[in-house]
């Protein structure tokens, strides 16, 4: 029993390591003081951070990145939450079909979707532009909003809403006092997972930017030229940005909830009075 235990620790450490060396050693090469990916690193430095921001290149990679993510974190989270709240409050056969189907593009290969949005491109006359860009991107992260906010939507108490219908509010304030209110921490987080889904797609991207480069695609560009620390500085931007969006999100939701757990106790003093 202790031999399989300790196995079974042994075997947890190596997929722990198998996952997050990697991203170890682009960081610990990010920070190379040396010009070239030898071990051991030549010293501490920002010198390749400074290199990529000073190109022009790299900085209009970034803003066509960070552009596509925003844009499609807003419209995958308008898209999905309608849904959502479709399927989850006018259940039926044909809803759970449609809802069945929106997970379709998860299980696709991105190259497959690729492909069909380059087919439909040309069918259409539509020039690759950012637009086209969202356009894929929203397919792919909108079953992800759907997802989620559809779980918040089935696992919270309904009763408020039917208390508030009851004490005379209408649907629409229902809808934005209390269920907006409610499911907003979901939809935001939502919105977060499609930010940083988009910010680093590349092979979608590639399919349909045309001469439009976002920061995936900078990467690629230069690693088919030369292999120098300067990469390695920009893919942990695209590592850090998503998991500060998150950070951002996770800190204004716990700060919003030590704030509604605060105001509490003073709304129940102020009904008592």
Excluded: C
């Amino acid at each position: 029993m202790i031999g399989r235990s300790r196995l079974l620790t042994a075997a947890v450490i190596a997929l722990v390591a198998f996952i997050w060396l990697p991203l170890v050693v682009v960081l610990v090469f990010a920070f190379n003081g040396g010009s070239n990916l030898s071990w051991p690193p030549h010293g501490v430095s920002l010198r390749w951070f400074r290199l990529i921001f000073g190109d022009e290149a790299f900085r209009s990679g970034l803003k066509a990145s960070a552009v596509a993510a925003f844009s499609t974190a807003l419209a995958a989270g308008a898209v999905g939450t309608a849904a959502a709240f479709a399927f989850a409050r006018r259940p039926s056969r044909l809803a759970s079909m449609l809802e069945s189907g929106s997970r379709i593009p998860v299980m696709l290969p991105p190259l497959f979707i690729g492909i069909a949005l380059v087919a439909a491109m040309k069918t259409f006359a539509i020039d690759p532009s950012m637009w086209t860009i969202v356009a894929g991107h929203v397919i792919v992260t909108t079953p992800f909003v759907i997802l989620i906010v559809g779980a918040r939507l089935r696992n919270y108490d309904v009763t408020v809403e039917q208390a508030a219908r009851d004490l005379g509010a209408t649907p629409h304030t229902v809808l934005r006092r209390i269920t907006f209110h409610l499911v907003a921490p979901s939809i935001l987080g939502a919105m977060v997972v499609a930010f940083a889904i988009s910010f680093d797609e590349v092979l979608i991207t590639n399919f349909t930017s045309g001469t439009t480069q976002t920061l995936p695609l900078f990467v690629l560009s230069r690693l088919h030229r030369t292999i120098d620390p300067s990469v390695n500085a920009v893919a942990t931007i695209l590592l850090l940005v998503p998991w500060l969006a998150v950070a951002i999100t996770l800190i204004w939701q716990r700060t919003r909830a030590s704030r509604s757990a605060a105001a509490a106790p003073a709304e129940e003093l102020a009904r008592a009075a």
